[in-house]
């Protein structure tokens, strides 16, 4: 059952007196009690994709085609009062600075507090009682005393699972997760993950859009991922498909870049080049520049994201 419907998505952002597009015609499902992961380099769209979703885009973007539903709920027609009883209710969002969602001037109860009665209509004793279960939920040691302290108090990682606590207290159909581990040492990121999958996907169903630029990352908790280059979505694919058998030169050339992949494929590579600026899409395959199997083709078609193996769909004439 899909919780999210992202359809045709095109995005811009105005910057030297004309609009440049930042996301081309995106489209991906996102099902209930499933871990999506979106991958690529930073510069490739990603995050634009979560602040579209979120209708939080900057004053300088716009949606400029597409639409992005919310079961029955539209959301790129969906007027501000409706967005407001969205999000942290059916859809929450947490960040890789966790002081994103955290304000340094109210303790991390008065925090959980308020987001339960703004959003549940909880009574303070009620809010109160179900903070500190949050708060224990997420692993925060000695919780009754911690309710009182303030984000400043906190370390990074246990930052990141009060933010936790205040994107799952309402019980989100659909939770954008944008690089929450990335500011974190690999245990804590571990356990962060291991959290959301726990406390969100398995204990209430819902549907996890995982932004991050680390395979590490969607290899430990995702069950398909979208790859980005550039704007678009170059490959589909299950989990295990994408480390066993990738498709795209630019999935095959991620995966020859993380230490554990690369040096079990042979070599550990870079990759030559970097994400093109939205100024200077290429023509074509925004990836020839880069791509060692690129033809003179490439550089005149965008080739579209086509089936090209069980539950795998690919962008690339090489599979044409
Ligand atoms: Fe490389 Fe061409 Fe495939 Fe793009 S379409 S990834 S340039 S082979």
């Known amino acids: 059952m899909n919780l999210l419907s992202v359809q045709n998505l095109r995005a811009e952002f105005f910057s030297g007196g004309r609009w440049l597009e930042a996301v081309s015609d995106v489209s991906f499902d996102l099902r209930r009690g499933e871990i999506l992961g979106l991958v690529g380099e930073s510069g490739c769209g990603k995050s634009t994709i979560a602040y579209s979703i979120m209708r939080l885009l900057a004053s300088n973007a716009r949606i400029s085609a597409g639409e992005v539903w919310l079961e029955d709920v539209n959301l790129t027609e969906a007027d501000e009062n409706t967005l407001q009883g969205l999000r942290g209710s059916r859809l929450s969002m947490i960040f890789q600075d966790p002081m994103t969602a955290l304000d340094s001037l109210f303790t991390v109860g008065h925090q959980v507090v308020e987001t339960l009665q703004e959003h549940l209509g909880l009574n303070l004793a009620e809010a109160q009682e179900r903070a500190l279960a949050l708060l224990r939920q997420v692993g925060i040691p000695a919780a ?13 990682g246990m930052s990141q699972r009060i ?31 291991h959290l959301i999958r726990r406390l969100l996907v398995e204990e209430q169903g819902t549907g996890v859009l995982l932004i991050t630029h680390d395979l590490g990352v969607v290899a430990q908790v995702c069950d398909r991922v979208a790859v980005m280059y550039a704007g678009k979505i170059v490959e589909f694919s299950d989990v295990n498909s994408i480390f066993k058998n990738p498709l795209h030169p630019y999935t095959q050339a991620l995966l020859k870049s993380l230490p554990s992949q690369g040096i ?55 599979y044409e």
């Open 264 to 318: 079990a494929r042979g070599a550990l590579e870079n990759i030559q080049g970097r994400v093109p600026s939205l100024t200077d899409w290429p023509t074509g395959c925004h990836f020839h520049p880069r791509c060692i199997h690129a033809r003179a083709l490439c550089r005149e078609k965008a080739p579209p994201l086509r089936s090209a193996a069980e539950s795998q769909e690919v962008a690339c004439v090489l």
């Open 144 to 156: 009754e005393e911690r309710l009182s302290a303030y984000p400043y108090q906190f370390s990074g």
């Open 163 to 193: 933010a936790l606590a205040i994107a799952i207290s309402c019980h989100p159909q659909v939770l954008i997760a944008d690089e929450p581990t990335t500011a974190l040492d690999v245990t804590i990121q571990a356990q962060i993950l």
